[in-house]
């Protein structure tokens, strides 16, 4: 499906969320050149039930934008990064009144990015990230309706820890996702719960092969929760999707494509214990390609998705709206002009 590309050089989106069957948004990055000054500007994009638009996000600053929430049409959220260079960063919250995209001031906390934000009400809502100052930790932040603070997390004993996805099912039952730097040098998993009192470690199973991130998680009213990521068989990273039987995190069996690379990104929940969840597959060439995955009567298997180019395609997110419309973005092209990607299914 046609989106805007805005940004000369590259353009791709991290995260969407869907409130109805004609009303989405998606966040991501633009970079331009104007001028010859190298640019990286946050992206906001809208689906009015006809088409994909741009809408102007603040641009005051350089940086982009990796989560988005939405608790009503004038009522969304997005985190993200902003910085004078890669490394020197900081965490972005911006809200959508219905009328306009504005930063809502939160910590400044340098050496820092915000992943994602969810929430089950306009006074609580958590978003999700990492801190790589001095004593690296994960970031996690909470708003009470009145203000954004920074709160206590788990220690964990590492030169890198992020949280990349974060999902509320009621104020005492809050999950996160992520990876840290194991003393070995390879990425580990990483799954932290909030029981309405404070955030702890959950065990996560590791096939010990590799690297190992999780990429995206999603809770249910039922009690349910799924995880989904890529871990390496010691040569390739293969999709991965842990599930919470309501006493511990289980692997379970994930299809792959080809012989190169695979990976999940996204994940939403659908109805009736039914799952979707995409990413991307290396095929023989080199190039990545578009994955998405469904979970049904005990199984996860490939269902036939499209790419938009020859060059590289990939999906990073998907959401699922209410009557059963299926979003999933993400980006293509990266080594020309990167262009932001968009498809969808209706149930």
Known sequence: MESPSPGELFNSLSRVTALSSTDAWAVGMQISAPGDLFTINTLAEHWDGSAWSEVPTPTSFEGWLSGIHALAANDIWAVGSVFEDPIESSPIVEHWDGAAWNVVPSPDIELANLFDVAGTSSSDLWAVGTYRGRF????????????????????ISSDFIALSAVTAVSPTNVWSVGYYLGSDGRNKPLAVHYDGSSWRLVTVPSKGLGDEELNDVVATNSGHVWVAGRGSDGAHFRTLALHWTGHRFRIVRTPNLGMGDNGLSGMAARSRGRMRAVGSWTDQTGMARTLVLDYARGKWLRVSSPNASEEENSLASVAISPQGDSWAVGGRDPHSVGKTLIEHVCG
């Open 136 to 155: 690296p930790a994960m970031l996690i932040e909470h708003y009470d309706g009145t203000r954004w603070s920074r709160v206590s997390v788990p220690p």
